[in-house]
């Protein structure tokens, strides 16, 4: 808001100076020179002019230019799309195209070189399509006003373009840096992936190990148990081959426990032997 005020007060200012340094050779030809006031806007600046009729009635025009070109911005109800309207400037007519803007009633007409030389030569500027009757204005100061105009708007329409250029690296930039935030974020999601995949697997190796040591340990544990069993077979048979060898040998031995707990067969009854 500050730059737009600080450069509107610039070209009035230059308009203003202009008009001074004018004022002698005006008041020599009986003309009053008067000072543009030009208002910068977002990509353009515009100067307010006032068209009036015969009864008095204003009709509000506006004078814009970017730097490359200069429009004539009016306001009126039912304006077509497009349209071939004249304006005159000291009674000679110029005929430019006319637009309709997005907003209702707001049509811009786009000067040619031709009209642009006329209107900073010219003193008066007429319409008769404006409002219900002709309206004029006068063009005092215009060869100044639209030098001025066009010089503002080309700095304007250049820091317009500066912004956008730089908002478009920023968004360049930024997707740039998407596109790399979505890569890495791929490429972690993958090693993720494949880190959880070799973990499983390693858990997998871990647990099948486990479980063939497991039955490695229970199938030791039985051959454990089995040679035991063995061992303790084979000296109870040894103990009883000694004892049966050892009772074998001595006449007056008793009998092993097995051989006393079998009954005699068929009425046999052993042989008893008693020391003399």
């Known amino acids: 808001?500050?730059?737009?005020?600080?450069?509107?007060?610039?070209f009035s200012f230059i308009g203003a100076v202009a008009g001074l340094s004018a004022a002698g050779t005006a008041a020599a030809a009986g003309l009053?020179?008067?000072?543009?006031?030009?208002?910068?806007?977002?990509?353009?600046?515009?100067?307010?002019?006032?068209?009036?009729s015969r009864s008095g009635a204003i009709a509000p025009i506006a004078l814009i230019s970017d730097g490359d070109?200069?429009?004539?911005?009016?306001?009126?109800?039912?304006?077509?799309?497009?349209?071939?309207?004249?304006?005159?400037?000291?009674?000679?007519?110029?005929?430019?195209?006319?637009?309709?803007t997005g907003e209702e009633g707001l049509a811009v007409m786009n000067l040619s070189d031709e009209t642009l030389a006329a209107l900073r030569r010219g003193k008066t500027l007429q319409m008769a399509w404006l409002a219900d009757e002709a309206v004029s204005a006068s063009l005092s100061g215009a060869g100044q006003g639209i030098a001025d105009l066009r010089i503002c708007g080309a700095?304007?329409?250049?820091?317009?373009?500066?912004?956008?250029?730089?908002?478009?690296?920023?968004?360049?930039?930024?997707?740039?840096?998407?596109?790399?935030?979505?890569?890495?974020?791929?490429?972690?999601?993958?090693?993720?992936?494949?880190?959880?995949?070799?973990?499983?697997?390693?858990?997998?190796?871990?647990?099948?190990a486990q479980r063939v040591q497991a039955q490695a340990d229970q199938l030791a544990a039985?051959?454990?148990?089995?040679?035991?069993?063995?061992?303790?077979?084979?000296?109870?048979?040894?103990?009883?081959?000694?004892?049966?060898a050892y009772y074998g040998r001595d006449p007056y031995a008793y009998p092993p426990a097995q051989a006393q707990a079998q009954p005699a067969p068929y009425g046999y009854y052993p042989r008893y032997y008693y020391p003399r």
């Open 1 to 10: 808001m500050m730059h737009r005020i600080g450069a509107g007060i610039f």
């Open 32 to 52: 009053e020179t008067a000072a543009w006031a030009i208002t910068p806007e977002d990509s353009a600046c515009h100067t307010d002019l006032e068209m009036v």
């Open 69 to 100: 070109h200069v429009a004539l911005r009016f306001a009126k109800e039912g304006v077509p799309s497009q349209a071939f309207l004249p304006i005159r400037i000291d009674g000679k007519p110029f005929a430019n195209l006319v637009q309709r």
């Open 155 to 208: 700095q304007v329409a250049g820091q317009r373009r500066a912004r956008e250029a730089e908002l478009d690296a920023q968004r360049a930039r930024a997707q740039v840096d998407a596109r790399a935030k979505a890569v890495a974020d791929e490429q972690l999601k993958t090693a993720r992936a494949q880190t959880a995949a070799a973990e499983a697997e390693r858990a997998r190796v871990t647990a099948e």
């Open 222 to 244: 039985e051959a454990d148990q089995t040679r035991q069993r063995m061992i303790a077979d084979q000296e109870r048979q040894r103990a009883v081959q000694a004892q049966q």
